[in-house]
């Protein structure tokens, strides 16, 4: 299995920007799928995940109500959505998936993307 994430950038405080992540050698319905973050000198953390065979959407505090997490099984993908940015939300961007239905932390995740660089300077 192959994760590979895209459309980190460059944006400015209160813009919008879509995350989007392929999945490869397998299909997403298979797992639990996830978006991680890791800021410079930070732990890396949850920012959304869809759990429980896409039933349930589970968003950090930090996320809700401004990020959006979806999964296409068909096509493969996984986005995320992200609105009003924040310069504390510059970090690189991790796609995930996890073989445990209800996967919420790092170490439950199996196969994780290269990440892709979000910054969004103050």
């Known amino acids: 299995v192959q994760l590979q994430a895209s459309g980190g950038g460059l944006v400015q405080a209160g813009d919008s920007l879509t995350l989007s992540c392929t999945l490869s050698?397998?299909?997403?319905?298979?797992?639990?799928a996830g978006w991680f973050r890791q800021a410079p000198g930070k732990e890396r953390e949850l920012v959304a995940a869809?759990?429980?065979?896409?039933?349930?959407?589970y968003y950090a505090d930090f996320a809700k109500g401004r990020f959006a997490i979806s999964k296409d099984n068909g096509k493969n993908m996984q986005s995320l959505q992200m609105t009003s940015l924040k310069p504390e939300d510059t970090a690189v961007y991790y796609c995930a998936a996890s073989s445990d239905p209800y996967g919420l932390g790092p170490r439950d995740y199996d196969y994780w993307g290269q990440g892709t660089l979000v910054t969004s300077p103050a």
């Open positions: 869809t759990v429980w065979a896409g039933t349930r959407k």
């Open positions: 050698g397998g299909t997403f319905s298979s797992y639990a």
